[in-house]
């Protein structure tokens, strides 16, 4: 279960600007991204990208498949964290949805996936590799 740990700390790490948000408390990450053009968005990707690898890394690649794409559970499990967290969004006055968000996260963990397949194939390949 050690695999876990960078993603449960990532998650709460996440957790707390989270939390800060919903309640308008001034956070120094937010504060950071606020300060710099597309910071907020660049911000959502890195962040949901980032926790997308974690997932993945931790769950060991496991896939399932959509119209025979195979696709990462950790991606899924971030993908809905993502679009529920977006959608809490509306009942909170301290907050407002924005589908550029929603953009900026699908954009993050699509690369994240993209990166994972590449690293996963690369890594395949290798002779030393235990499906070699």
């Not at 980032?50 to 931790?58: G, K």
């Not at 690649?61 to 794409?69: E, G, I, N, V």
């Not at 953009?103 to 499906?131: C, F, K, Y």
Request: charged residues 15%.
């Amino acid at each position: 279960m050690q695999r876990w740990l960078p993603a449960v700390l990532f998650f709460a790490f996440i957790g707390w600007i989270i939390i800060d948000a919903d309640l308008g408390t001034k956070n120094p990450f937010i504060q950071f991204a606020h300060s710099i053009p597309y910071g907020d968005k660049i911000g959502h990707a890195c962040i949901y990208g980032t926790m997308a690898i974690l997932v993945t890394v931790a769950s060991r690649f496991k896939t399932w498949s959509l119209a025979q794409l195979p696709i990462f559970y950790g991606t899924s499990l971030v993908l809905l964290f993502a679009l529920a967290e977006e959608g809490t969004q509306y009942f909170f006055k301290t907050r407002s949805f924005d589908l550029y968000d929603v953009l900026a996260d699908v954009i993050g963990i699509s690369i994240a996936a993209l990166m994972l397949t590449l690293w996963r194939a690369r890594t395949e390949q290798q002779p030393n590799h235990p499906t070699n």
